[in-house]
């Protein structure tokens, strides 16, 4: 029987999501609870590889398992083994042939900045601090040319291999969320898309950060996007800012 | 010169507020910052002593300085010397006779609930988690009771060595913030009063969650008060969802 989890985390004491040798990672946990739990080696698959520090409400796993546990029984049991910086949200049985990575209709991502002169201690590992108050309108104003069909190149790490840098953004927005203390304020940035490269969404928030803080004018966005050159684009933000919120599939 | 700083902290990482030898705390790494800024021995006088795992974004603190340094300058300076979890959020000059447990017009806190059936990871530092769905019309129900010049013997810690356990409660309100994820709401407590006995505003959370979660009817926290036994009340909840928000004098 294959099951899908759903599972939300607090990336902060974490070198990653992905498997690593002696060091604590998401995967790494869950594989330990699970094969604690089904008394059998568990190794789980993962939808989406998140950084160090990186947040998830909705990361997606999957794994094979021959335990006779009623698959609804599995959040509460597996919380129990994990520690309390890791969540396993639901569980249901999915088709043996499912596969985490494939069939995604969109995954959503949000990246938070506190925008005030000095930064509010409690959100200092859930956002990043920006001093300038930034001007939301015209940030929504650059996002919507990033709407659609695009080549990202300009918008993922030079390091990245994968061939096509063409990816469809379905929504692209920022607001701000909350009460704002002294004059800082939660201001969310949300992207939809049918996929991201790597760093995508960190290195959009950045560029969005420049125009909210009036560096790049927001037209400036079609010319980042035309140059297909990383070096257009504005800085890869820190990623304690990210949180990757939901993956849906065609399932 | 006396100068008055307002003070933003997460707390998970201190013992409280207070000074104890050996023990991380908000009043020591102040006063250690503040010598070595000054180049002369500091010692901070505290508005309000939070618990351990308390967190605020206005505690207010005095001190006694001769040294030269323009008062506007204190807060980035000082954030220089302490560490992140802490900030200074602003700095000015107060009479000499000033003294931050005087004087107070009103105190405001909020406490956090996450109440959904699992917790949010990224929450969890924040807020206290209630697997119950709350009943937040029936908590403001209750609220309004405790509003106004009562007797809170039932509401602060049975320690409470203060003869008086009468308090003005000016505001109390429940709301919900943010967006729901998953069943998860931000249920947010927020009250204002002239002052607060020991886990007084804990204590009062812990009552309006029995409440929302229908172990206590709303129109019981008349009895609750008049009984002046603190085992009447519901109970002392954690520390980590509560924020002292604000403290105005009448300066």
Sequence with gaps: MKIMIITAYDGTNYCGSQIQPDKPTIEGKLNEALSELTKAEVKVTGASRTDAGVHSYGNVY?????????????PLALNTMVPPDIRVMSAKEVRDDFHPR???????????????????PTKRLYSY????????DKMNEAAKYLIGEHDFTSFCSAKTEKESKVRTIFDLNVKTAGEQIYDNRDVIITV????????????IAGTLMNIGTGKTDPNEIIAILEKKDRAAAGPTLPPNGLFLMEIRYDI
């Design 129 to 136: 601090h920006v001093r300038h108050r930034l001007d939301i």
């Design 192 to 203: 939809r898309g049918n996929g991201f490269l790597y760093n995508m969404v960190r290195i």
């Design 62 to 74: 999957t794994f094979d398992t021959f335990s006779h546990i009623p698959v609804e029984k599995f």
């Design 102 to 120: 494939h069939g995604v209709i969109d995954k959503t991502y949000e990246y938070h900045l506190d925008d005030g002169f000095i930064e509010i």
